[in-house]
């Protein structure tokens, strides 16, 4: 059987077999004491948790309320964007390497995909002119379907670019769809956001990353300005899809968002005690050769004379006791996402194992 969506089975089962796991993309569950006094919320959502959290939500991002949706994690905001607009006889072109369902969504609804690659010896970038082969000649709309920060190199795209891969798809008649879970990850003062840049654009972003509240499934999507008549059509597809997201994982959200800074700290520590670890092993180790980013917890090195990854991942497993994630469930063979989000300790013997093993690897083969 095929599926679309291997690296979910993958994650859920194998990611995390050792005590040093460099697998992970985010922070882990922050300490629930802000959650105290919060209590059980039975009501229904609309009753109050729903319309406060959208509140919220365009407040922080300075949006009107009528562009902003609450879905049930970013998964559900990608899912829903690709319900709407990548139907048959659209023609989307979707970064490479990336984050599976970028690539798995489109096929699912029947779309036509086109790889818009993203390469290492560009620091990942990805550009307008790229942009505009990939959609030349499609024969209904063109979309684009992107992460920014890049999953699952880390790299970031500044305003312009976004501005200018955004007018590709409008000269396509489409939309640029981005999913911006790692933009949390960005100082605040740094941070673009795809639907302040053009009209056609959809953010899609969530708590799960930055603040480690992926267990809430809380997360949103932020309209372009053209695209804010859409909203009834996808709330009727949310409708379809679960009607409602649970009205205690709402207040906690609300909460959360009340307290971000504080939330926060956990990221600061790690950025301050592990990240230069991290960095240093990027860019010394022998055979590794890697974009590393500004900011966040991943990159995606490509490992010299390594094309089988996923071999070497379950290698790395169970011989050197680390986990990696192999390129394969990205479209990249020959590269690993290595992630930072752990205590220093813990990472700088994560990363002594993982030196240790792809040495070991190179010399038995």
Known sequence: ?????????????????????????????????????????????????????????????????ERVLVVAGASSGMFLAAARWF?????????????????????????????LQRRLEDDFRVTPEAARSALAGASGAGHLFLTNPHNPSGARMEADEIAALAGEAARAGGVLACCEVYMEFVRPEERVHAFALAPNTITIGSLTKAYGLGALRVGWVILGEGLAHERAALMDRLFLAYVDPPSVALRAARRALDRLPQLLQP?????????????????????????????????????????????????????????????????????????????????????????????AWRARR
């Open 267 to 359: 990221l600061r520590r790690v950025e301050e005690e592990s990240r230069p670890l991290w960095e240093r092993w990027l860019r010394e180790t022998p055979g590794v050769e890697a974009h590393v980013p500004p900011r966040g917890l991943i990159a995606f090195p490509r490992i010299a004379g390594v094309p089988d990854t996923a071999e070497l991942v379950r290698y790395l497993q169970h011989e050197h006791g680390v986990d990696v994630v192999p390129g394969e469930f990205f479209g990249a063979p020959g590269h690993l996402r290595v992630g930072c989000g752990v205590p220093a300790e813990t990472l700088r013997e994560g990363l002594a194992r993982l030196t240790a093993g792809l040495e």
């Open 87 to 115: 139907r048959p006889g659209t023609r989307v072109a979707a970064e490479t390497p990336s984050y599976e369902p970028l690539r798995a969504l489109p096929l699912f609804f029947g779309a036509e995909l086109r790889p």
């Open 1 to 65: 059987m095929s599926f679309y969506f291997p690296y979910m089975f993958w994650a859920q089962t194998e990611s995390c077999l050792s005590p040093y796991s460099l697998s992970l993309s985010g922070m882990p569950a922050p300490d629930g004491s802000f959650l105290d006094g919060l209590g059980v919320d039975l009501a229904g959502p609309t009753a109050g948790a729903l319309p406060e959290l959208q509140a919220k939500l365009a407040e922080l991002f300075d949006v009107e309320p």
